[in-house]
């Protein structure tokens, strides 16, 4: 039987990919004028989300030179967070794109691929939120009961 349960870390490298994945579909939907580009990276975060398999990750592995074990370990829990907010951005640029809502095409585009770059550059603004967002639920927690 397989276990299709969500791994507790995923390999770097197969992180790394998907967010080049991303960079690289916004960038060439700028150049282009071809924003139907962002559903690669929009169904593939979708499919893991959804359905634990990315392909983007899954074609990535396919190059890795060592056991997935020997690569530097991210956590799955935060690469899933990130990859709802990059999807939603990815979403929400597709949805300005196909409604001819220019601001949005952009801001949302620019939103996840500043992300997406940045976080091959070593910070990752979607790990920076999340560690904010369960400091912010425990100050509030604490507080509640210190009353």
Known sequence: MENT???????RP?????QWVIVLST??????GWGWLLLIPLLSGLGGLLFNFNPVMKIARLFLRKPANEYIPEDAAQQRF??????????????GYLLHWTAAYYVFTIAVALAAGIAICGFC???????????????????????
């Open 5 to 11: 349960a969500t791994p507790a870390s995923i390999p």
């Open 14 to 18: 197969l992180v790394r990919a998907n």
């Open 27 to 32: 960038v060439l939907g700028w150049v282009t």
């Open 82 to 95: 990130n990859q709802m907010i990059a999807t939603i951005c990815l979403a929400g640029g597709l949805a």
């Open 125 to 147: 603004i979607g790990c920076f939120i999340h560690y904010q967002w369960h400091q912010y639920r425990y100050r509030r927690k604490m507080a509640k009961t210190e009353q």
